[in-house]
């Protein structure tokens, strides 16, 4: 019986730090430097239209890594995510885009997307090419966004991950959250305040 009650006391201590994260994501806090990890902006991939980045180019920014996709309810945020490109990369962001099919809503080429976000929302900020963002098949750095224990993959499209200038992650935001969120523009200034 002791065995019992000690095994539903450790069972609701764990289920009640679970909201004390939620609630940080939803104050719009980030995630304390302890909790991040290890750096995960390393390597070079193509992206749309074939010109290669290396991350470890974006260390010393504040990088918010957002999985996209042309046909899906939350497409139009590619607006506020443009607008929350020219409106701060002068102060450290950048916005990076990685398509995906993994939800089945991605056109079929890396060309179409890249013209139908910049037609349709006039998209300058980098992009990947079409890539996998979910399971053990997953780019590396969508798995290293997934990796801490607060964190998880995507779950749908248009999820929202902040990257420190120390190229740790930083903060996710679910699909629902716009790009020009309250929490998400703290977390974004939060960080920015941060020296690397």
């Known amino acids: 019986m002791r065995s019992l009650v000690a ?3 450790v069972a609701s201590a764990l289920v009640s ?18 909790d991040r990890g290890a750096p ?23 990088v918010m890594v957002v999985n996209t996709a042309s046909h899906c309810g939350f497409t139009p945020q590619y607006k506020g995510l443009e607008a929350l490109w020219k409106g701060r990369r002068a102060d450290g962001l ?24 910049k037609l349709n929302f006039g998209v300058t900020f980098p992009m990947l090419r079409v890539s996998k ?8 750095l969508m798995r290293g966004l997934a990796a801490p224990s607060w964190s998880h993959q995507p779950d749908w499209n248009f999820n929202k991950y902040l990257v420190d200038r120390e ?13 020009d969120a309250p929490e998400v523009t703290r977390a974004i200034s939060a960080l920015l305040a941060e020296k690397a």
């Open 94 to 117: 950048t916005v990076l885009g990685v398509p995906s099919r993994d939800f089945k809503q991605e056109l079929p080429s890396d060309g179409q997307v890249a013209t139908f976000c």
């Open 133 to 140: 963002v979910t399971g053990p098949k997953a780019i590396p």
């Open 17 to 34: 730090a679970v909201p004390a994260v939620a609630a940080t994501a939803d104050a719009g806090a980030v995630i304390p430097a302890a």
């Open 167 to 179: 190229g740790r992650a930083a903060m996710r935001f679910s699909s629902s959250v716009e790009p």
């Open 7 to 9: 095994s539903i006391a």
């Open 40 to 62: 995960l902006l390393t390597g070079s991939y193509d992206r749309l239209g074939g010109k290669r980045i290396n991350l470890a180019s974006l260390r010393g920014r504040v």
